[in-house]
């Protein structure tokens, strides 16, 4: 198999590391603490809106961290604890992201939200722009059938100048 | 390359529901005729409250208005 030049092949986790522990050892492995996302809320709210909590993230937010890193490693923080599944995380992680950003606003600070760098062509924004394309196609279709025969005008006929053209 | 940081393009995808379900969202006219059904408008409210992801763009919707609200200096 190609090696991709731009993977660290020497940071990944050995074969059969995840297999060094019981199975259920880990809090991962066990039933999540919070299994909706409002009682994960409920969990993550309450914490951001502590006062010590809210001045270490304005700090980070001033080093320059992105706001979705904020976010990202707080959820997986979450997930390594036990605290809520992975599916937990990602349904809340944009709520984390708003309520970062919340906070950075609060404390008018100027941050870096990481959704500026972002802008790949994705398959979601292309089947967005598909949709609209074949609703205006759908319209300039509809607004065509429409125009009258009678306001078309008359095309004049071209003349055709070979030997067995008819000449009127 | 890996993906190491699935965020943006979680809130992404959030926000371009978002907008897709603020454009689509036209109103229906109440049909009044005896064999109209009346359950059409509830069972979409109800798929809204059962939908984890359409709960968190709700939640979404209401912090980015706040947020807006305090650059405005309205709030």
Avoid: C
Avoid at chain 1, 63 to 70: A, D, E, K, Q, S
Avoid at chain 1, 148 to 167: I, K
Avoid at chain 2, 6 to 33: C, D, F, W, Y
């Amino acid at each position: 198999m190609e090696q991709r030049d731009d993977v660290i092949s020497f940071d990944a986790p050995i074969p059969g590391m995840s297999l060094t522990h019981e199975l259920g050892a880990r809090p991962w492995q066990s039933p999540p603490q919070y299994a909706s996302v409002e009682e994960a809320l409920d969990y993550y709210i309450p914490r951001l809106q502590a006062t010590e909590v809210s001045e270490q993230i304005i700090d980070v937010l001033e080093m320059g961290v992105p706001v979705t890193n904020l976010a990202d490693t707080m959820q997986t923080a979450g997930v390594l604890e036990g605290k809520h599944s992975i599916d937990v995380g990602m349904l809340i992680t944009p709520v984390l992201i708003e309520l970062i950003m919340l906070i950075g606003d609060a404390a008018k600070i100027d941050y870096t939200s990481g959704l500026e760098k972002d802008k790949r062509i994705r398959s979601s924004s292309v089947d967005a722009a598909v949709a609209k394309f074949k609703a205006e196609a759908k319209e300039n279709k509809d607004e065509e059938e429409e125009v009258p025969a009678e306001n078309m005008e008359e095309m004049p006929e071209e003349r055709t100048g070979g030997l067995m053209s008819r000449s009127k | 390359m890996p993906l190491t940081n699935p965020a943006p393009v979680v809130h992404q995808n959030l926000q371009m529901a978002i907008k897709q379900k603020q454009e689509s969202t036209k109103p229906a006219a109440p049909r009044k005729g005896l064999l109209s059904s009346a359950k059409q408008a509830d069972r979409s409210e109800q798929d809204d409250i059962l939908n984890p992801s359409r709960r968190v763009a709700s939640y979404v919707e209401i912090i980015m208005q706040k947020r807006e609200e305090m650059k405005n200096g309205t709030a």
